[in-house]
């Protein structure tokens, strides 16, 4: 399947999410999507504004980057990446199971970035351990940095 096959198929899947939850995916907010998936790496609000505008002739206000961005964020489309402030389409978008804790893997070479399949046994447990330590978690994504297996 190639590159834009596969965004225009996860595209019509997010619409039926976004669908069941009630809630719209926009022309804007379908196209940001867009660009995130296909981006080699996470970006930033200020890239995507980039993006946008090479991609659409469009020029997009921070604050209308940022709503769209929050907007993807909450319906689980993608994902802010909080060590690095940048922005990720959501891997689990064509798939059926419920998405678990966000779990990512970060190369600090080239800044790729994949969710990690980390068990859920083995989240429970952490989250089981750090609740026994008195430790209230406000944000509980995992972002691991390293190599990945292309820049080792
Ligand atoms: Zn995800
Ligand atoms: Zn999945
Ligand atoms: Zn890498």
Redesign the pocket.
């Known amino acids: 399947m190639n590159k834009s096959v596969a965004t225009n198929k996860t595209l019509q899947n997010a619409e039926l999410i976004c669908r069941d939850a009630g809630v719209r995916l926009t022309v804007k907010r379908k196209r940001a999507l867009a660009l995130l998936l296909e981006a080699p790496s996470p970006v930033s609000a200020y890239e995507l504004i980039d993006l946008y505008h090479a991609r659409y002739g469009e020029s997009l206000t921070a604050m209308s980057a940022y709503r769209m961005l929050n907007f993807l964020v909450e319906e ?1 489309l993608a ?1 802010r990446l909080n060590s690095v402030n940048k922005y990720t389409a ?3 978008i064509n798939c059926n199971h419920a ?1 678990d804790l ?1 779990q990512f893997l970060i190369c600090d070479n080239c800044q790729s970035v994949s ?1 990690a399949g980390i068990q859920k046994h083995t989240l429970d447990q952490l989250r089981a351990d750090i609740l026994t330590s008195g430790f209230s978690m406000h944000n509980q994504q995992l972002e691991l940095h390293g190599l990945c297996s292309k820049c080792q």
Request: net charge negative.
């Open positions: 689980t994902h959501c891997e689990h998405h966000p969710e």
